[in-house]
């Protein structure tokens, strides 16, 4: 996490209970211009009373069932306001008298009948539109609490009590709906009542005040030593690049892009311009390391291992390059961001779904020596950006998709030849069941990708959906098959012209070969998006190799993945015009090697964006 740091600033402790959304929640208030943080349930009670209010987030955790109980519950002896949601409010209903059931659950849309004004509520209508998604519900709230609201499914539908409760004595509130998913109409609105009316905080968190604080921080961090930055070109590493010269000055900034081999076609040259052109060259230095990083790499299939390669060998060749470069004293700098310790399960609660490379166990260890300068570390990406757009840096830069530190090396997935058919006999059926309702067939695939289900990671089988059903019905088929056959992940949908009777893994490593490959396909795909205009509409759009021959023939099947997505913590996939879609055919399948084409049609979760 974050480390700790003193503000001047009123804040909201958001305590995130493993739910969803507890980082939405932290955003939210934020744009209100007030500082949040996120909390562990289990921190000391002396971590909390810097507070001005405190939020309970939702948490996949059954409060009826007295799971997750053990957390600081000397918060409840605090007198700063106190907010639940969903699980949350459970908690809050329980501790002061309340009952709550297992029983009552409502997923989606509801009518949030208002029994009485109240200042959580000001400023709204008597019926609000809200959303659900719950098993338990309070059933009975105890003494000094009152109901403030209860939900109709539907005109006349049946009604659920205890929708919104509430005690302005304790200052204790809580709503069973989510008012931090943007499906809740006006939960922007009770959010911001509860933070700036309810606990009173002055709204003086701005981009820029956060600026300001963090060229600080860093000059107190870095004192008379030097940042040496690993600069990958992407918005994250950029934007802290830009940052790190206002605070310690171009003089003592040092970056290094490393040219692992993992890049996109022709993209190190174009860094190392982009790095100049900023007017960060001053001490831009350039490695090519692919060889270190390929040879590392040889042989090694399984995703994690890659993963912790890659950022072991980006240390490596950074402190090789800093004692060749005779950069003494110096911190490491990262373009961290909040996702990236999240993912790499850097909170109790957090499963590591994916190590990222800024997270591997010898970042973990220089960062306790206090070796590392990370400013971007409490940020979203679309904070990121908007702290961009403060440093004046260009548009088209920050509004780049995402490209992963380790490259092309989790879109190259790799194996040992050896088919995996774990569980098959229960899959196969099922899966040709579902798509058969809705006019596909299906192949499930003898590899495996990482994903995400229920906050955990998984590393399940993909199926090929083939068919002429159209983009929303094989989304519905992906989701039913999710939803009912067991050790899938993944779907994605057939470009080619039939569906293959076989897929069987190849024996593949990383190797240059393949990665040029990889880079071919991928520099097809980005031609297209941008030529077509469909870039600025996406979040991301990754292409992946998969060592599969079909039918006998060719060795790589070609997954292209579009989604939209907020923050990448979940995402959609995206539908493309149907002529870019012919041109891909037509040019992809061309490339040597190629067996196949398929376009990856899964949400996050069950699937994660990446492959690995
Ligand atoms: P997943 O695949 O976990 O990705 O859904 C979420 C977002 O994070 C990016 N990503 C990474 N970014 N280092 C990074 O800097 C990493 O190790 C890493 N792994 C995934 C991914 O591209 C997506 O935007």
């Known amino acids: ?19 969803q959304y507890a980082h939405l929640i932290a955003t939210k208030v934020r744009r209100l211009h007030v500082l949040a943080e996120i909390r562990q349930p ?47 409010h459970q908690e809050i209903a329980k501790h002061y008298g309340g009952q709550v059931v297992h029983g009552g659950r409502e997923w989606g849309p509801a009518s949030l009948h208002l029994v009485r004004d109240h200042p959580l509520f000001a400023g709204l209508g008597k019926v609000e539109r809200v959303w659900m998604s719950h098993f338990d519900s309070v059933v009975s709230v105890g003494p000094g609490f009152e109901e403030l609201g209860y939900t109709m499914l539907g005109e006349g539908g049946a009604g659920h009590r205890f929708a919104a409760i509430g005690s302005d004595t304790h200052r204790r509130y809580g709503v069973q709906f989510h008012p931090e998913v943007d499906d809740t109409e006006h939960g922007d ?21 956060y600026l300001e604080e963090q060229v600080e921080r860093v000059r107190r ?3 008379d030593h030097s940042v040496f930055l690993l600069a990958s070109g992407g918005v994250d590493s950029t934007v802290a690049a830009k940052l790190f010269a206002m605070a310690v000055g171009a003089d003592r900034l040092h970056l290094l892009h490393v040219d692992n081999g993992l890049m996109r076609k022709d993209e190190s040259r174009k860094v190392v311009e982009m790095l100049r052109a900023l007017g960060l060259g001053r001490h831009a230095h350039f490695v090519d390391a692919s060889d270190d990083f390929l040879r590392a790499l040889a042989g090694v299939v399984a995703p994690e291992r890659k993963r912790a390669i ?15 470069l005779g950069i003494e004293d110096h911190l490491l700098g990262q373009g961290t961001i909040y996702p990236d310790t999240i993912e790499t399960g850097g909170t109790k609660r957090a499963d590591t779904i994916k190590t990222h490379h800024n997270r591997v166990p010898i970042v973990e260890e220089m960062i306790a020596a206090g070796k590392v300068v990370e400013p971007l570390a409490e940020l979203y990406k679309v904070e990121v950006r908007e702290l961009g757009e403060q440093l004046g840096l260009p548009r088209e830069l920050l509004w780049r998709h995402p490209f992963p530190g380790p490259g092309l090396g989790v879109r190259l997935l790799c194996s040992d030849g050896i088919e995996d058919r774990e569980g098959f006999g229960e899959i196969e059926p099922a899966a040709a069941r579902v798509a058969e309702q809705y006019g596909l067939a299906a192949l499930p ?26 983009w929303e ?48 396909a991928d520099a097809i795909v980005m031609d297209g998006l941008r030529r077509s205009g469909t870039y600025d509409q996406i979040w991301q759009c990754p292409t992946v190799l998969v060592p599969l021959a079909l039918d006998g023939q060719g060795c790589e099947l070609v997954v292209v993945r579009p989604i ?27 490339l040597p090697g190629v067996a196949g084409l398929a376009i990856d049609v899964s949400t996050k979760p069950p699937a994660t964006i990446e492959w690995e």
């Open 189 to 209: 609105e009770m959010i911001a009542n509860f933070v700036l009316r309810i606990c009173g905080c002055r709204p003086s968190w701005t981009m820029e005040r």
């Open 221 to 223: 961090q870095v004192g």
């Open 564 to 590: 939209h997505s907020e923050r990448a913590m979940t995402a959609t996939p995206a539908r493309l015009p149907e002529a870019l879609l012919d041109e891909w055919r037509e040019s992809i399948l061309a």
């Open 42 to 88: 289990e921190d000391p009670i002396e971590a909390f009373r810097k507070y001005k209010g405190i939020i309970l987030s939702g948490s996949p955790a059954l409060s009826s069932q007295g799971e997750d109980s053990d957390y600081t519950k000397e918060i409840y002896d605090l007198e700063v306001p106190i907010v639940g949601f969903c699980f949350g």
């Open 310 to 324: 890659i950022g072991e060998t980006f240390i490596e060749v950074f402190e090789r390059e800093a004692r060749r």
């Open 473 to 520: 019905r094989v989304l519905e088929a992906a989701g039913m098959i999710f939803r009912h056959v067991p050790g899938i992940n993944r779907c994605i949908w057939n470009l080619g012209p039939r569906l293959p009777r076989e897929a069987r893994p190849v024996q593949a490593g990383v190797t240059r070969e393949r990665l040029d490959l990889l880079r071919e």
């Open 445 to 470: 695939l003898p590899i495996r990708s990482v994903g995400v289900k229920a906050d955990l990671r998984s590393y399940e089988h993909p199926v090929l959906l083939h068919g002429d059903a159209g």
């Open 1 to 19: 996490m974050a480390e700790e740091h003193e503000t001047a600033h009123d804040a909201i402790a958001v305590v995130d209970f493993g739910g």
